[in-house]
């Protein structure tokens, strides 16, 4: 198989560009994979601490401390205060799919919608021990459009709670499609960069090599005073070059000798007749 020198130039940075977004694509999407792990353990932190305070109300019912009413009233009480990241909470719905905690939507309290696959997957999950789910769901602010949330859910036996602290997921999207952008910016300028320097030496390289060949084909024709270029930039072209003008000269010289020789037979055989007559 035969390539062009061009060809072959600007296949080498080509395939060290495709290398190096192959790479930082790679890094991409472990960075956008640590973004997500980053909030689970974020959301997790949250729902654990939340665990905690409930727990302790739960202790203080076991005990008669507190009636198991009034110890629900004031874990709920604590918690319906607290955000994190701006408008997100802590919620809680029970295992009859009836929300118990909802901070933003406090008149959905007390609704049961055993239909709805969210909190069917949120009791789930929580009687399975608790864990990581993720969703789609309307975020305030955006619309009909569905985003995705991502929930860490953790169960409250004594009371049959589903706990958990939930979290958008877009921001991690749109930080990962702004990093690919910029990756997108930058390997589009390596690329004319690498692609207008490939041009430009393998043009050169194409353009020595071209008119060396040209310069040979004129010498094995006979023509010994064909011009080569030997001012090339690239030291073995300018090698090749010497060694055609060697070849040139040489050739030359062996043409001049040969008529040189011609010329004395000629004459001595001009002689030869001569001193015959």
């Known amino acids: 198989m ?4 061009v060809t072959g130039i600007f296949s080498i940075p080509a395939i060290c ?17 640590s973004l997500r792990n980053g909030k689970f353990e974020q959301i997790s932190h949250l729902t654990e601490g939340a665990v905690t305070i409930v727990d ?14 009034d110890a629900k009233a004031a874990a709920l009480g604590i918690l319906n205060a607290y955000r994190f990241d701006g408008a997100n909470y802590i919620f809680a719905s029970d295992y009859g799919h009836c929300m ?19 909190r069917t997957m949120i009791v789930k999950t929580a009687k399975a021990g608790g864990g990581i789910i993720t969703y789609e769901t309307k975020k305030p602010g955006e619309g009909d459009r569905l985003i995705e949330k991502a929930a860490y859910v953790r169960p409250i036996k004594e009371w049959n709670w589903a706990l958990g602290a939930g979290v958008y997921m877009d921001d991690v999207q749109s930080e990962f499609l702004t990093i690919m ?9 390596a690329i004319v960069i690498a692609g207008v320097i490939s041009w430009f030496v393998g043009s050169r390289i194409a353009s020595s090599i071209k008119g060396l060949n040209t310069s040979i084909r004129t010498i094995a024709e006979g023509n010994y ?16 070059a010497a060694g055609v003008l060697a070849l040139r ?16 037979k000629q004459k001595s055989e001009q002689e030869r007749r ?3 007559r």
């Not at 035969?2 to 020198?5: E, S």
């Open 2 to 5: 035969r390539f062009r020198v």
């Open 17 to 33: 560009l495709l290398t190096l977004l192959a790479i930082i694509f790679t890094v991409a999407l472990n960075y956008q994979t």
């Open 56 to 69: 302790s109300y739960v202790a203080k019912a076991k005990s008669g401390e507190m009636s198991e009413a």
């Open 100 to 118: 118990v905690l909802d901070p933003l939507s406090p008149e959905d309290v007390g609704k049961c919608n055993p239909d709805s696959k969210v």
């Open 181 to 189: 952008q910029r990756i997108a910016i930058i390997s589009v300028i």
């Open 225 to 240: 005073t064909a011009e080569v270029d030997s001012n090339s930039h690239f030291t073995e072209i300018s090698d090749m």
């Open 249 to 264: 000269d040489k050739s030359a010289q062996a043409q001049q000798l040969e008529a040189d020789a011609a010329v004395q």
């Open 274 to 276: 001569s001193n015959i």
